[in-house]
């Protein structure tokens, strides 16, 4: 799909909750930093949530206000995020269905769709989570998954943007993110091969030292075409003998953005991306945009 036909851009979904206001003030700031639109999207799932029977009078019409309302001051909450110096159109969309099906339809048409990691409600702190489990699966854009901010773990304003790469298709999408949210956000960059996705103990006669300079060489390889596009930016290679999900999880303490890919490929080399960006999208508390080749 052309850029041009992508006429949501940044896409957040909103339900009024802490987590969804932390969505909504990531995705905030980085269609400003894109200059690109943001569009608010509140789902009115009327799926009964009590035993069967027929729907009580008037539940769609409080459904519908109290989801104007949502939108209503997730606008003005986006409206503040935005600096003064840069023109944002925002939009904001009511539609008529569970979460992760409008959320899907819709990213056909958007640069990103954004998600907190929970919702608002027992029932819906569970529903986002799917949700945001689902898009990482199906959507057809990137995701972003914000969590609300733990002040134990907080986001740090000025660290560098990490980027697992293993050569996929997946990867070099997120490759192509990771440089420009860097590039944008006027930090560094942080390449991380992870060697292998299971024990290294298991591959006790492999010779690890020509391995190690075997994935060097083309780690620099693959990095070479984005660092000449993006020259500001300061990329540190990180080739390492671990776990991908693991060494990720780690890298993502000191980082403001991970960026994995949605899948991988083979066992070893190829095995960054699938149970993996799963397992980071489980254990980080750092903002998380997962790429999804369409």
Same mark, same amino acid.
């Given at each position: 799909?052309?850029?041009?036909?992508?006429?949501?851009?940044?896409?957040?979904?909103?339900?009024?909750?802490?987590?969804?206001?932390?969505?909504?003030?990531?995705?905030?700031?980085?269609?400003?930093?894109?200059?690109?639109?943001?569009?608010?999207?509140?789902?009115?799932?009327?799926?009964?949530?009590?035993?069967?029977?027929?729907?009580?009078?008037?539940?769609?019409?409080?459904?519908?206000?109290?989801?104007?309302?949502?939108?209503?001051?997730?606008?003005?909450?986006?409206?503040?995020?935005?600096?003064?110096?840069?023109?944002?159109?925002?939009?904001?969309?009511?539609?008529?269905?569970?979460?992760?099906?409008?959320?899907?339809?819709?990213?056909?048409?958007?640069?990103?769709?954004?998600?907190?990691?929970?919702?608002? =409600?027992? !029932?819906?702190? #569970?529903?986002? *989570? $799917?949700?945001? %489990?689902? +898009? &990482?699966?199906?959507?057809?854009?990137?995701? @972003?998954?914000?969590?609300?901010?733990?002040?134990?773990?907080?986001?740090?304003?000025? =660290?560098? !943007?990490?980027? #697992?790469?293993? *050569? $996929?298709?997946? %990867?070099? +999408? &997120?490759?192509?993110?990771?440089?420009?949210? @860097?590039?944008?956000?006027?930090?560094?960059?942080?390449?991380?091969?992870?060697?292998?996705?299971?024990?290294?103990?298991?591959?006790?006669?492999?010779?690890? %030292?020509?391995?190690?300079?075997?994935?060097?060489?083309?780690? @620099?390889?693959?990095?070479?075409?984005?660092?000449?596009?993006?020259?500001?930016?300061?990329?540190?290679?990180?080739?390492?003998?671990?776990?991908?999900?693991?060494?990720?999880?780690?890298?993502?303490?000191?980082?403001?953005?991970?960026?994995?890919?949605?899948?991988?490929?083979?066992?070893?080399?190829?095995?960054?991306?699938?149970?993996?960006?799963?397992?980071?999208?489980?254990?980080?508390?750092?903002?998380?945009?997962?790429?999804?080749?369409?």
């Amino acid at each position: 799909m052309s850029t041009a036909a992508k006429r949501y851009g940044i896409v957040v979904g909103v339900d009024g909750s802490a987590a969804s206001d932390a969505a909504l003030h990531w995705a905030a700031r980085d269609a400003a930093l894109r200059t690109l639109s943001l569009t608010l999207v509140h789902a009115v799932n009327l799926t009964p949530m009590w035993p069967a029977g027929p729907m009580p009078t008037g539940i769609s019409v409080w459904r519908e206000e109290d989801g104007r309302q949502v939108l209503e001051r997730a606008q003005q909450l986006a409206e503040e995020v935005v600096p003064n110096d840069r023109h944002v159109e925002i939009k904001g969309q009511l539609i008529w269905s569970p979460p992760q099906p409008a959320l899907l339809e819709i990213s056909e048409g958007a640069e990103m769709v954004v998600v907190g990691s929970r919702g608002r =409600g027992a !029932v819906a702190r #569970g529903l986002l *989570g $799917s949700v945001s %489990s689902g +898009l &990482a699966r199906r959507a057809k854009c990137p995701v @972003a998954v914000v969590r609300e901010e733990d002040p134990a773990h907080p986001v740090p304003a000025q =660290g560098p !943007v990490v980027v #697992g790469i293993d *050569g $996929s298709p997946a %990867s070099e +999408l &997120a490759t192509a993110i990771a440089f420009e949210e @860097a590039a944008r956000r006027g930090v560094e960059l942080r390449a991380v091969h992870a060697w292998s996705d299971i024990d290294v103990s298991e591959l006790a006669d492999l010779d690890w %030292s020509a391995f190690s300079e075997e994935a060097e060489q083309v780690l @620099a390889e693959r990095l070479a075409g984005w660092q000449e596009r993006y020259p500001d930016v300061t990329v540190h290679r990180r080739v390492v003998r671990d776990r991908p999900a693991r060494r990720l999880i780690k890298e993502s303490e000191s980082a403001q953005l991970v960026v994995v890919g949605s899948h991988g490929r083979g066992h070893v080399k190829g095995a960054l991306l699938g149970s993996v960006s799963n397992a980071v999208l489980h254990s980080v508390h750092t903002p998380l945009v997962i790429a999804r080749p369409t």
